[in-house]
């Protein structure tokens, strides 16, 4: 199964992107040996328009075709926040399953649209606090790596 990133927002050059790429090539290295390709961050600008309902239709749009048919995970301070092991086996089930893709969206600074969030098969957060958006991508970055190691037995986790 193929696991994507699409981001509302660049992230520009430093540790924050530096650290969250070294967990992005472990994974790329160890997700393919249990069946879980890396394939990439999709980077939007965040959306121009005048009211946050406007950008976060914008944004859901470009979320909804960089998709297509792929399982999606929404990252949301609102959503459930699972332990390592639960969210890997969240995502072992798609991939057992027989999906094919699986997206996990980090929002713009308004969040995503009610309609993203419906479409979504699960609403994922890292705490009731609102993150930096620097630090999402490193700690999902990092979430990410997790499970495969998870999964694949790896002492890198530890229970």
């Known amino acids: 199964m193929r696991l994507s990133i699409h981001a509302v927002g660049r992230m520009k050059a ?26 990439g961050i999709s980077e939007i600008a965040e959306s121009r328009a005048r009211g946050a309902d406007e950008r976060k239709r914008e944004e859901a749009a470009s ?3 960089h998709r297509g048919d792929a399982a999606l995970f929404l990252l949301d301070e609102r959503g459930k926040n699972p332990s390592s092991e639960e969210l890997a086996a969240k995502v072992a089930s798609l991939r057992d399953a027989g999906r094919k893709h699986l997206v996990f969206a980090i929002g713009g600074p308004d969040g995503h649209s009610p309609e993203s969030r419906a479409s979504a098969d699960y ?3 890292f705490g009731a606090q609102t993150w930096p958006h620097q630090l999402v991508r490193v700690m999902l970055a990092e979430q990410l790596y997790r499970i495969a190691t998870i999964l694949s037995g790896h002492p890198y986790h530890r229970s």
């Open 63 to 65: 979320l909804a075709q």
């Open 123 to 125: 609403v994922l957060s």
């Open 14 to 39: 430093g540790p924050e992107r530096e650290l969250a790429e070294r967990y992005l090539a472990r994974l790329a290295k160890t997700g393919p040996a249990i069946g879980l390709d890396y394939s």
